[in-house]
């Protein structure tokens, strides 16, 4: 059997740089492809974001009146901040006490049933006091901008 020896036409330092640059060039293909794939999963806005707005309807809502208008639902908005804050704390306090109930050694079922009766309470409060702002807000719409209100609201959110 003879030998017989394979010759290149490219040297060996040639070839190395050859194939740093094709995994080099592979690397940037596989990457583009897996960021347009999580761009594509998780570029997109929640369903439930309307037109990409996020915040209180109200507000969303405001930036369709004139500016005289807006600004009177705007106003009414930043006065129920406080409450509406308040509201929000009670509701993280009443699910602290849930977790170190439910923690707690030795465990006391009353105490965490009561601590499951708060969380219903604050959520109560907290569903009232939006309700409460929404109504008061409404309140001073006029019978024109309840319309729209409402066709906007439906626009968004469809009732099923």
Known sequence: M???TWF???SPRTLRWVLIGSLALNVLVIAAVISTL???HFGKPPRHA???FKGPPLLGFARTLP???SDVVKQAIADAQPQLEAQRRG????RAAVRAALSAEPFDQAKFDQALESIVQAETEQARGRTTLFGNTVRQL???ERIELHKWLDSRRPIR
Do not use: H, I, L, Q
Not at 91 to 94: F, G, L
């Open 50 to 52: 309307g037109a990409g």
């Open 67 to 69: 500016r005289e208008r």
């Open 91 to 94: 509701m993280r306090d009443a």
């Open 8 to 10: 290149s036409r490219f």
């Open 2 to 4: 003879s030998e017989t």
């Open 38 to 40: 999580c761009m594509a």
């Open 142 to 144: 006029t019978p024109e």
